[in-house]
């Protein structure tokens, strides 16, 4: 078979998996914003400015990724699941399942903040105003977050000890974080407004600025994705140098470079895959079968996702066990509460 040539087969599936991709992203992301909705409606019921009573939505605990990982080193220290943001244990307990068996794809399936990067990345490309970054600046930018996440592991996963966690775990901080989150968009200070101008601004310029530099957490699942064993796979004597690949890339790996992608920065999107204008040349790879459809990824992520879920809420460890008038109470002082 002749290098230069294509199917039909192949020359259809761009469009349609990075359809699929945002539809799926943008589902969250919607849901998402419909959860924050809700809680907002249920904080001014708590702070007395609505008198309309509106259920917590446990979904909003997923933004809070530091409680979340003080409450998986209390469950591994004591066995106690969080039952105060069970949510946000739970989901992120999927997501570092997702990141260890799945690749990234938490980030490039599920998250709000990676769908929102995408819709810039786009808009940036019709305006062509996207910059690409230096090899040496890039390496540089790309310690940052693992710089952060390290930060976080020192602090949390090896010097806090089980009493500060349980300090942590009872503190009216911890019970009030949810509304001291949705306080900050609502309220922001002048700095806080200044870096999120400036996040949004530089990721016109230079493509997903927060996720593939900033965000500790990608950093994480990027680590955990190293075992993972899911790999796309390149055909070295195939592959035409056509780099379109690269160019589709939301993570801006270097494929043409490699036989194997086992880097981190890999999100799972497939889309690399589906670009390939070659049959067989970019393959979605498990250990024992080098050919797999690139549907089985995202599926599994998804499936992982739900699962998690569905076993949290059908075991009761998916709402809080705070009573909403206890959280009244807790939200009454809440100006008064500091940061630990």
């Known amino acids: 078979m002749e290098k230069n040539n294509t199917s039909s087969a192949n020359l259809t599936r761009p469009k349609w998996i990075k359809t699929l991709r945002t539809l799926v992203q943008g589902g969250f992301a919607l849901f998402c914003l419909y959860a924050g909705y809700r809680y907002y409606l249920f904080y001014l019921w708590a702070t007395d400015q609505s008198s309309t009573y509106v259920p917590r939505p446990p979904s909003v605990e997923a933004f809070?990724?530091?409680?979340?990982?003080?409450?998986?080193?209390?469950?591994?220290?004591?066995?106690?699941?969080?039952?105060?943001?069970?949510?946000?244990?739970?989901?992120?307990?999927?997501?570092?399942?997702?990141?260890?068996?799945?690749?990234?794809?938490?980030?490039?399936?599920?998250?709000?903040v990676g769908f929102a990067s995408n819709l810039v990345e786009k808009t940036a490309k019709k305006l062509k105003i996207l910059w690409k970054v230096p090899i040496w600046l890039d390496l540089t930018l790309l310690s940052l977050k693992y710089q952060l996440l390290f930060l976080f592991l020192v602090l949390i996963a090896w010097k806090m000890t089980l009493k500060d966690l349980e300090f942590f775990h009872n503190s009216p901080y911890n019970l009030a974080v949810d509304a001291k989150m949705l306080l900050f968009f609502l309220s922001p200070s002048r700095l806080s407004i200044g870096i999120m101008l400036f996040l949004i601004a530089i990721s016109f310029v230079i493509r997903n600025f927060w996720c593939r530099y900033l965000c500790p957490?990608?950093?994480?699942?990027?680590?955990?994705?190293?075992?993972?064993?899911?790999?796309?796979?390149?055909?070295?004597?195939?592959?035409?140098?056509?780099k379109k690949c690269e160019k589709t890339c939301p993570a801006s790996i270097t494929l043409t470079s490699k036989k194997t992608i086992r880097t981190g920065e890999c999100i799972g999107c497939?889309?690399?895959?589906?670009?390939?204008?070659?049959?067989?040349?970019?393959?979605?790879?498990?250990?024992?079968?080098?050919?797999?459809?690139?549907?089985?990824?995202?599926?599994?992520?998804?499936?992982?996702?739900?699962?998690?879920?569905?076993?949290?809420?059908?075991?009761?460890?998916?709402?809080?066990?705070?009573?909403?008038?206890?959280?009244?109470e807790i939200y009454s002082i809440i100006a008064e509460i500091p940061h630990p």
Request: aromatic share 8%; hydrophobic share 50%.
């Open 217 to 242: 957490y990608g950093a994480l699942l990027g680590l955990l994705a190293l075992a993972s064993p899911f790999q796309v796979k390149r055909d070295q004597k195939t592959c035409i140098d056509c």
């Open 64 to 112: 809070l990724p530091i409680g979340a990982l003080v409450g998986l080193k209390r469950l591994i220290l004591s066995g106690n699941y969080d039952m105060i943001h069970p949510a946000g244990l739970t989901i992120f307990l999927a997501a570092l399942c997702i990141g260890l068996l799945l690749r990234k794809g938490f980030c490039g399936w599920i998250c709000p």
């Open 270 to 328: 497939m889309e690399c895959v589906s670009v390939c204008p070659v049959d067989d040349c970019l393959t979605l790879a498990l250990p024992g079968k080098k050919k797999n459809s690139i549907l089985l990824l995202p599926a599994a992520v998804l499936t992982t996702f739900l699962l998690f879920y569905a076993v949290a809420f059908i075991t009761g460890h998916w709402y809080s066990v705070v009573p909403p008038e206890a959280m009244k």
